[in-house]
T-cell receptor, first 115, second 114 residues
Framework: DVKVTQSSRYLVKRTGEKVFLECVQD?????MFWYRQDPGLGLRLIYF???????EKGDIPEGYSVSREKKERFSLILESASTNQTSMYLCASSSKTSGIMDEQFFGPGTRLTVL | AQTVTQSQPEMSVQEAETVTLSCTYD???????LFWYKQPPSRQMILVIRQEAYKQQNATENRFSVNFQKAAKSFSLKISDSQLGDAAMYFCASATGANSKLTFGKGITLSVRP
């Protein structure tokens, strides 16, 4: 059974803290993604990575950074958490198959609250 | 740039009935893919159905089927014989063939009445 896991289901942090959200997949996928999900806004892409040590900005990268040192792990970093970063964060991964768009597999999400 | 629009925030269906969820999209690409994802209350998002734009035949997965109208840029999801387990948020999404990056709509919450 394929798995994408996220380090925490719920997280509470204070404004100004540095926050790390971890995502691990066991499917040997090349592609990994970080989204945030907010009511009425759907899912918005923060960052994605096509390979180890490779990253590309998504639609809303401001205030975030990422790290991918190993193929199976993709970390989202909030350098200085702010209240407007309170959200549900979803990690996903997919295989890089040429010619066919593979589905993305999602983790359970991390509900982050910044006080 | 791609956009995906789901204009209905909520829908309700009686158990065993059929419901159709609407989605429109816009893209300048000729090669693209369309998806419906389901997010149950437990929050793990799963793929429901996928459609390649170059295929004229509508995709079907058991009780789930799509009505893909390429000229109208419409991609609706039909759920037949609705079950209580179908209650979830459903997201329509698109992606170009160039990469795996998905663009999501805002989602629709489907409730199923017993």
């Amino acid at each position: 059974d394929v798995k994408v896991t996220q380090s925490s289901r719920y997280l509470v942090k204070r404004t100004g803290e540095k926050v790390f959200l971890e995502c691990v997949q066991d499917m040997d996928h090349e592609n990994m993604f970080w989204y945030r999900q907010d009511p009425g806004l759907g899912l918005r892409l923060i960052y994605f990575s096509y390979d180890v040590k490779m990253k590309e900005k998504g639609d809303i990268p401001e205030g975030y950074s990422v790290s991918r040192e190993k193929k199976e792990r993709f970390s989202l970093i909030l350098e200085s958490a702010s209240t407007n970063q309170t959200s549900m964060y979803l990690c996903a991964s997919s295989s890089k198959t040429s010619g066919i768009m593979d589905e993305q597999f999602f983790g359970p999400g991390t509900r982050l609250t910044v006080l | 740039a791609q956009t995906v629009t789901q204009s209905q925030p909520e829908m309700s269906v009686q158990e065993a009935e059929t419901v159709t969820l609407s989605c429109t999209y816009d893209t300048s690409e000729s090669d693209y893919y369309l998806f419906w994802y389901k997010q149950p209350p437990s929050r793990q998002m799963i793929l429901v159905i996928r459609q390649e734009a170059y295929k004229q035949q509508n995709a079907t997965e058991n009780r789930f089927s799509v009505n893909f109208q390429k000229a109208a840029k419409s991609f609706s999801l039909k759920i037949s014989d609705s079950q209580l387990g179908d209650a979830a948020m459903y997201f329509c999404a698109s992606a170009t063939g160039a990469n795996s990056k998905l663009t999501f709509g805002k989602g629709i919450t489907l409730s199923v009445r017993p």
